[in-house]
């Protein structure tokens, strides 16, 4: 079946622009998390949604960044106002559910990059 | 609390020689322990894991993971390496939560 995508596949903007950035889970996942990956880090947890649940925006940097999710599928990630240093890759990966033995499925993530 | 190393920034060995790329975590209560792997502009893809049970895991490509519960390890191992199994390697733990704690990941480098 189809995996997580993710749309766009690349994105350059400007300093302080706004961007969004989507993502489509495996139908029936219930879970769904955003990630962001730097260059020679690992993963930075942003955001965690589950089922209908509040999400978890524990990791989010700053209040400039936002997300949702519609009908428990797409993910929208917003980043307002954007800075040089939220250049990175934009990793979403959704899990059957979101409890501690089930393994996520990523998708090709969304590479930022502000000038 | 829940942390996960890799002591390794890269790993180098010659096809054919078995290889290990190196984890430890620290979690209170039982582990819930992943590998993923990363290959050159691609999201991470499930390895294999360890949930319960027999401690050495097998999973995707010919690889395991032997679960060492005093060493507190998991350190993912292949008997004979391809070229192809270069990329980046990622140890993940979760102790009960359901936000998962990634290492900083290994980079394997199989050489011909």
């Known amino acids: 079946g189809a995996g997580v995508s993710q749309s766009p596949s690349n994105k350059v903007t400007e300093k302080g622009k706004d961007v969004e950035l989507r993502c489509d889970p495996i139908?029936?996942?219930?879970?769904l998390y955003w990630y962001r990956q730097s260059l020679g880090q690992g993963l930075e947890f942003l955001i965690y949604?589950?089922?209908?649940?509040?999400?978890?925006k524990s990791g989010l940097p700053s209040d400039r960044f936002s997300a949702e999710r519609t009908g428990g599928s797409v993910s929208t990630l917003t980043i307002q106002r954007t800075q040089q240093e939220d250049s990175a890759v934009y990793l979403c990966?959704?899990?059957?559910?979101?409890?501690?033995?089930?393994?996520?499925?990523f998708g090709p993530g969304t590479r930022l990059t502000v000038t | 609390a829940q942390s996960v190393a890799q002591p390794e920034d890269q790993v180098n060995v010659a096809e054919g020689n078995p290889l290990t790329v190196k984890c430890t975590y620290s979690?209170?209560?039982?582990?819930?322990l992943f590998w993923y792997v990363q290959y050159p502009n691609r999201g991470l893809q499930f390895l294999l894991k360890?949930?319960?049970?027999?401690?050495l895991v097998k999973g995707s490509y010919g690889f395991e993971a032997e679960f060492n519960k005093s060493q507190t390890s998991f350190h993912l191992k292949k008997p004979s390496a391809l070229v192809s199994d270069s990329a980046l390697y990622f140890c993940?733990?979760?102790?009960?939560?359901?936000?998962?704690?990634f290492g900083r990941g290994t980079s394997l480098i199989v050489h011909p």
């Open positions: 360890y949930i319960t049970g027999d401690n």
């Open positions: 139908s029936g996942h219930t879970a």
């Open positions: 993940a733990v979760n102790g009960g939560s359901y936000i998962p704690t």
């Open positions: 990966a959704s899990s059957l559910e979101g409890t501690s033995a089930y393994e996520q499925y």
């Open positions: 949604f589950q089922g209908n649940s509040a999400p978890d």
């Open positions: 979690v209170s209560g039982n582990p819930y």
